[in-house]
């Protein structure tokens, strides 16, 4: 099966600028989840979708990010404006418990690679 | 909340040495326990996992041990391999919920 798509690949902005990351998961997961990985450190859960509605934004800095999956399908982050401790990955995941071969069909994307200058 | 705190790296090898890397988990009720790995400029990967206590889950070599007294799920392989040369994250996964909580990682270098 395909993978978790996600882009750009890498985003160079400088601070107060608006950016967008575009993620698709893989085809039938209900679930997608945004975590942004820090240089250094593991990745932490922004947002978390099942289908169409939000399950857990409780880590989510709503003043400046926004998250949404319209059609329950794809899912699309922004920030705006960006600040500089906003440099990270930002990880794309999608699951399914029916899936095989992962923990709970947990699949990541490669990623996109923000910096904020 | 949950915590996953880990050894600190990197951790330099050579090759065909043991190689361990430390785990320990802070969680209410009982989480399943996962090693990831990321490899240099790739994604997330799922390397191994262990859903109850005293599981073992292993894969490519590398094995971990879920033990529920310690708190611990330590990462293990008997002989590394310079391609395994990357990022090793520890994760839990709480029950009741598809979240994961990740340690900082331990970067591992081995040379030939």
């Known amino acids: 099966e395909a993978g978790v798509a996600q882009s750009p690949r890498y985003k160079i902005i400088e601070k107060r600028q608006s950016v967008a990351f575009w993620c698709n998961p893989i085809s039938g997961h209900a679930t997608l989840y945004w975590y942004q990985q820090i240089l250094g450190q593991g990745p932490k859960l922004l947002i978390q979708f099942q289908n169409n509605g939000v399950v857990d934004d409780s880590q989510l800095p709503k003043d400046r990010f926004s998250a949404e999956r319209l059609k329950g399908v794809d899912s699309t982050l922004k920030i705006q404006p960006a600040k500089l401790e906003d440099s990270a990955v930002y990880l794309c995941?999608?699951?399914?418990?029916?899936?095989?071969?992962?923990?709970?069909?947990?699949?990541f994307g490669s990623g996109t690679r923000l910096t904020v200058v | 909340g949950d915590s996953v705190t880990q050894m600190e790296g990197p951790v330099t090898l050579s090759e065909e040495a043991f190689l361990t890397i430390n785990c320990t988990y802070t969680a209410t009720g009982y989480p399943s326990l996962f090693w990831y790995v990321q490899y240099p400029g790739e994604g997330l990967q799922l390397l191994l996992k262990?859903?109850?206590?005293?599981d073992k889950g292993s894969n490519k070599g590398f094995e971990a041990t879920y033990r529920k007294e310690t708190t611990s799920f330590h990462l293990e392989k008997g002989s590394v391999q310079v391609s395994d040369s990357a990022v090793y994250f520890c994760?839990?996964?709480?029950?009741?919920?598809?979240?994961?909580?990740f340690g900082k990682g331990t970067m591992l270098l081995v040379s030939p």
């Open positions: 994760a839990l996964m709480n029950s009741g919920y598809s979240t994961l909580t």
């Open positions: 262990a859903t109850k206590a005293d």
């Open positions: 995941a999608s699951s399914s418990p029916r899936s095989s071969g992962t923990a709970y069909g947990y699949t």
